[in-house]
Structure formats: structure tokens, C-alpha cells
């Protein structure tokens, strides 16, 4: 069964560092989207990406992130100079259509010390 | 009212309980929703889809009322392994995003 996959599985990274998370959507899905997980918070949207080209973003996902498909097949999405509250569980997702079912990676939870 | 609203329990049932859960939604244009499933620190998994009334799959059934702007999920026969959180999830209509409810805790003991 086709399935999204993330790299890591976790990082830990000092205040201030820049970080790339990295995801393979399933292959014949066309939107790729970056949620978060803040522990014992509810899942929040981050962004959303057609086309090559970021299609929606919400009030979290300010100048320190940003996202690129930098290839046919991985989805990454990069925050410039972590602070301590983007400590979260980050997880990737893929649909085929906009209104469709979205498929989850296994997340990458950043610890940001 | 809140977007997506749950109640978060949590819902501590025998096994062999049926139980069910409500959410209900803010906008009434909505032509989608969605039950996920969520493990304690594992990503959203895929439960149930609804496009019209309700879905059926196995001992879940999941059930649409437009009138009401509600969605229901009915677990039957509860088992051990269905102890989880349960997400009911929302398209924003118009926008390219998903918009999760605080999820409902689920407890399934012998």
C-alpha cells in the first residue's frame, strides 16, 4: 500500500539552527500539505502546495518556514532559525484531489532546545 | 461555534460496548468529512470518509445530519485495539486545508 514517508523520525536541534524536514508523498498524489502537532494539542495546518506553488499558508507559517519540491518526489519544508515553541510533532500529507482523503506520513517530531 | 467541535472525553467503555461520538461543524457549505484515527504520539490515520448521508465500514458507522451540521461516529462491539483518539476533520470549503477538532479519547478496558 502506497504510503507517505518522512525523514527523520526525530531531530533534536539547538535555538536558532536552521532545520529541513523532509517527506515522499505517494507518487500520484498532486497536494502536499505540512501540519504540526504541538503535544497534547490538536493537529494544526501549516501549509498547503499544488502545483508547484504554495496554495495556502496559515498565520504560524510566517518568514522562517518555508517548503520546496525540489524534485518529482520529496517535500520538504524548512524552518530557518527554530525557536523553542516549533518544538512539535510535523507531519507531512498527500492527496489526491482537494477535497479528498489527505494520507499521513509518520510525523518527525522536532525538539528544539 | 467553533469550525470543528468534539468532545474530548475521554469515553471509558467495555469491550463488547458500542459507543458514539458527535461533532459538529460551523459551515454549513461543507461536502466532506472525515474520521481519523490517532494513536498516542503516531500520525492521523484514515478511518471513515463521508461525501453524503453516512459510511458504513464493518463494526464502524459513521452518519451525516446537514440539518443539525453534525457527523457521528458508532463503534460496535468495542474492542481492546480501538482504544485511540478519534479526529473528525473538516475541509475548509474554498481553501486547500483540513481543519481538525480537538479529537475524542477513547478507552476500551476488559
Known amino acids: 500500500e502506497p504510503e507517505v514517508t518522512q525523514t527523520p523520525s526525530h531531530q533534536v536541534t539547538q535555538m536558532g539552527q536552521e532545520v529541513i524536514l523532509r517527506c515522499v508523498p505517494i507518487?500520484?498524489?498532486?497536494?502536499f500539505y505540512w501540519y504540526r502537532q504541538i503535544l497534547g494539542q490538536k493537529v494544526e495546518f501549516l501549509v498547503s502546495f499544488y502545483n508547484n506553488e504554495i496554495s495556502e499558508k496559515s498565520e504560524i507559517f510566517d518568514d522562517q518556514f518555508s517548503v520546496e519540491r525540489p524534485d518529482g518526489s520529496n517535500f520538504t519544508l524548512k524552518i530557518r532559525s527554530t525557536k523553542l515553541e516549533d518544538s512539535a510533532m510535523y507531519f507531512c500529507?498527500?492527496?489526491?484531489?482537494?477535497?479528498?482523503?489527505?494520507?499521513f506520513g509518520q510525523g518527525t517530531r522536532l525538539t528544539v532546545v | 461555534r467553533k469550525e470543528v467541535e468534539q468532545d474530548p472525553g475521554p469515553f471509558n467503555v467495555p469491550e463488547g460496548a458500542t459507543v458514539a461520538f458527535n461533532c459538529t461543524y460551523s459551515n454549513s457549505a461543507s461536502q466532506s468529512f472525515f474520521w481519523y484515527r490517532q494513536d498516542c504520539r503516531k500520525e492521523p490515520k484514515l478511518l471513515m470518509s463521508v461525501y453524503s448521508s453516512g459510511n458504513e465500514d464493518g463494526r464502524f458507522t459513521a452518519q451525516l445530519n446537514r440539518a443539525s451540521q453534525y457527523i457521528s461516529l458508532l463503534i460496535r462491539d468495542s474492542k481492546l485495539s480501538d482504544s485511540a483518539t478519534y479526529l473528525c476533520?473538516?475541509?475548509?470549503?474554498?481553501?486547500?486545508?483540513?481543519?481538525f477538532g480537538t479529537g475524542t479519547r477513547l478507552l476500551v478496558s476488559p
Open positions: 500529507a498527500s492527496s489526491v484531489g482537494q477535497r479528498l482523503e489527505a494520507f
Open positions: 507518487s500520484n498524489h498532486l497536494y
Open positions: 476533520v473538516v475541509p475548509r470549503e474554498g481553501f486547500q486545508k483540513l481543519v
